[in-house]
């Protein structure tokens, strides 16, 4: 049966681009929801929330869409949907609050100078977008100490260097 687009519930969020999806493995990170999610239309932002302390992920993200019609399709085929063993979320946003970091004003400045710009499909423009593994972060720590250790005997180096030039 058909049911005219002004009788469905949808048209509520007829003016909203944004879906909100909860229960999401904290595992995936914003390209990895880019993916999922972009089945369903063009991405334009993804707001994937983070632990403030360890940066990893809630498991909660918006997504706005370019067209809005695509959020009919991600709520309607993902909502109850299992996701990497986790049974997601997933609902029309009515009215998405921009991320406090917009309100953040200079002196002098008006909150109509400050222009959100969407983070596009992968929350964070270029570069790495998944939370680093062990082994990676036992690696960045093992450079950052070769690094101390090459830094400490440069200067020990030129330590000895100058008491020698200061014996002759």
């Not at 687009?5 to 990170?29: D, Q, R, T």
């Not at 706005?64 to 029309?92: M, P, W």
């Not at 959100?116 to 062990?134: A, H, I, L, M, V």
Request: aromatic share 10%.
């Amino acid at each position: 049966t058909y049911t005219p687009m002004h009788a469905s519930w949808h048209m509520k969020y007829k003016e909203s681009a944004y879906i909100h999806v909860s229960g999401l493995n904290p595992e995936m990170n914003e390209g990895d929801i880019s993916i999922v999610f972009s089945q369903f239309g063009e991405i334009v932002d993804i707001r994937l929330l983070r632990d403030k302390e360890t940066g990893k992920s809630r498991g909660i993200v918006f997504i706005c869409y370019e067209d809005q019609r695509s959020t009919i399709l991600a709520v309607d085929n993902f909502n109850g949907v299992t996701i990497f063993d986790s049974i997601i979320k997933v609902d029309h946003v009515d009215n998405y609050r921009l991320p406090k970091e917009c309100f953040n004003l200079g002196e002098g400045e008006n909150i109509e100078d400050r222009i959100y710009k969407p983070s596009g499909p992968d929350g964070r423009g270029w570069g790495e977008f998944r939370d680093p593994t062990d082994i990676e972060l036992r690696m960045k720590e093992e450079e950052k100490r070769e690094e101390e250790d090459y830094i400490e005997k440069l200067i020990l180096k030129e330590r000895q260097e100058k008491e020698i030039n200061a014996d002759h």
